[in-house]
């Protein structure tokens, strides 16, 4: 019985120091994104090509045919695997060959490595572990706000030419939105600065809560929720290594307590799941969900339309910064308080990789 391997099979036999943490589920793409065709992506430096079957099993496999290394996701997807876009080799979703056309005999080393791939609340999961945790060590996590009777959502994917751990920093620090995001979710500058804020963090885990009682509201909020007037705003940040969670909002000011879970207001729930390609490069995928009160689709496609801007203005900046660090080369920077949820961050990443 031929065996088939379920992960890439690492070269040196040496303990390496990894350039990114492993033994973690990270997202390789939305679940609509797999169609009928295959979807060819760089994830932690490996070359993936993620497809859907007829059952609609979703398969993950290193993405180079073994006849004559053309990448398979050039190739098109049937019901029963991927097949090869060169000379016609078809693929199941394990990575073995099932069919070479011409030829009956299938030899035993026409394979290529899977990966153990899993699919949540719209959301495809791959795995990455160490050398000697090949298998999963726990389920890929789940995200309930994409199923809730509550919320409607959308959300798409960015590319980036900058280090992961970049849009982490940005994502830790909501104090930016003040000067970056003026015009959609932004406001009062100072009132983001001089924000409360609180971080808790255990394991790795990081928690960053921002209070802004009785501030205006920002013009994505005005438009897709009719307060009467100043507001009570949140915004609560979850990090985890492979993906963050941010829920912002806000309630007529003085009508809910803050940090009350069941408070009402408007809510904005932006999954991010921040996926490196590489040292220098990464994958963005989100998703925001809102919560209309009237007209849904109507203030989703409100939301959905402001959230993107507010992306394209991130990614403008983040990779700005990005090419200026390199110009100007491995020169120190200072922290400031709005620093520490990110620097905490980091300092988990730093640890995982290993």
Known sequence: MTTISIHPVRESAVPQRSKFPLN???????????????????LLGEAVVLFRIGDGTVAALEDRCCHRALPLSAGTVESCGLRCGYHGLLYNHEGKCVEIPGQERIPSKAKVSAYHVQERDGLIWIWFGKPENPEPMCDAPSYSVHSSPEYVYGGDVYHYNAPYQLIHDNLLDLSHLGYVHLHTIGGNAKLHMNAEMKVESEGDFVRVVRYM????????????????????????????????????????????????????????????????????????????????????????????????????????????QYQNMIRFGPKSMIDIHVDVGANRARRIIERLMV
């Open 213 to 320: 009682p009785d501030s205006v509201p920002p013009p994505t909020y005005s438009a897709a929720y009719p307060f009467k007037g100043n507001v009570d705003r949140w915004q609560e940040i979850e990090f985890r290594v492979s993906h963050l969670l941010i829920w912002t909002g806000a309630v007529d000011q003085g009508t809910d307590a803050m940090d009350d879970p069941q408070r009402g207001g408007f809510h904005m729930r932006g999954f991010h799941g921040v996926t490196p390609e590489s040292e220098t490069t990464c994958h963005y995928f989100w998703t925001m969900a809102t919560n209309p009160i009237k007209d849904i689709e109507e203030v989703k496609r409100k939301v959905l339309e402001q959230t993107e801007l507010t992306f394209d203005e991130d990614k403008v900046v983040i990779e700005a």
């Open 24 to 42: 973690q589920w990270y997202v390789a793409a939305h679940s609509s994104e797999l169609a009928d065709k295959p979807v060819g992506r760089k």
